[in-house]
């Protein structure tokens, strides 16, 4: 025995890794979880940590926003409510960061969905990775929408209406609201059926800026209103991610560690190398020992 400690072995024969949880000392399954029919060495179906359940309501409230601002920018780019064509022309640049960051939300909850359920620190490490740029999505889409709403509205809308709206952008803000030009029939009009020179229609200024106001007071208010929410959902994956389970993989010995037939070959090899390398010494001195032992033995009731 003193022998065989003296020599070393591969680091698959050590006890670097702990045994499964579900084995018991015997290699056997427990009765509990053998009656159960749960699986080899692993925990039995609903033992979630309270880690890993504030994790899955946080996911679950990055979909929840994620997936109300791609609805309602689904709505206006399908035209599906009263003023959607207004918001298309006068605020498509607000539009697209809508749909970019509603994107992003939804990619990341679906990520850290799925690294929850799995219990996958890689899937979790990329979720937690990704709030940031969804959080500066957020960001990127509240400040120019709260800059347009608070400074000088009326003087940006007039500016947009001459200078960058298209006539087929103008006719359809006329369409929409039921009006002809900016301030009157004769101010940058586009000119349609219902709006000509002498239409008795009203501008559009104050009926455009009315729409505006309204649009982009729910839009940055619902950027900025959930930035709180984020920045508490981003504090939650990174406190939580490393603990949905209580040891990492559920105490199962990684693939790269098991121990397999060529392992225990080659280490059997090494050990009978080293002992027969050390035992032929030991057996040549054994049998000089040997006989002078015998030479010295005492002889009891005259047996020789």
Excluded at 9 to 27: A, C, E, I, N, Y
Excluded at 250 to 265: H, S
Excluded at 284 to 302: M, N, Q, V, W, Y
Aim: charged fraction near 20%.
């Amino acid at each position: 025995m003193v022998l065989a400690r003296s020599f070393g072995t591969v680091d698959k024969f050590t006890h670097k890794f702990p045994r499964l949880r579900g084995f018991s000392k015997s290699g056997n399954l427990p009765p509990d979880l053998a009656e159960e029919g749960a699986g080899l060495g692993v925990e039995r179906v609903g033992r979630w940590t309270a880690s890993k359940w504030f994790l899955l309501f946080s996911v679950l409230t990055v979909f929840g926003y994620g997936g109300v601002g791609l609805v309602c920018a689904l709505m206006t780019w399908f035209r599906t409510y009263q003023y959607a064509d207004v918001t298309y022309v006068a605020d498509y640049d607000l539009l697209v960061l809508l749909t970019l960051a509603s994107s992003i939300l939804l990619l990341t909850a679906l990520i850290g969905l799925a690294g929850t359920l799995l219990n996958s620190r890689p899937l979790l490490a990329v979720y937690a990775l990704l709030l940031w740029p969804a959080f500066g999505a957020i960001l990127a889409l509240g400040y120019p929408t709260y800059k347009r709403y608070a400074f000088a509205l009326d003087r940006k809308l007039s500016l947009a209406w001459s200078q960058y709206y298209t006539t087929r952008g103008r006719r359809t803000v006329q369409d929409a609201l039921g009006c002809c030009g900016f301030l009157s029939a004769a101010h940058d009009a586009a000119a349609s059926p219902r709006c000509y020179a002498r239409a008795a229609l009203p501008g559009c200024k104050g009926a455009l800026w009315r729409v505006e106001r309204a649009a982009l007071a729910a839009l940055w208010g619902g950027a900025f209103g959930v930035v709180p929410l984020h920045i508490l959902n981003v504090a939650v994956a990174l406190l939580c991610a490393n603990h949905v389970t209580r040891t990492f993989g559920k105490g199962v010995t990684p693939k790269r560690y098991r121990l397999t037939a060529a392992d225990v070959r080659a280490d059997a090899e090494t050990l009978v190398r080293a002992l027969a390398g050390v035992a032929r010494p030991d057996f040549a001195r054994a049998g000089t020992s040997s006989t002078f032992r015998e030479d010295r033995k005492p002889r009891l009731f005259g047996v020789p």
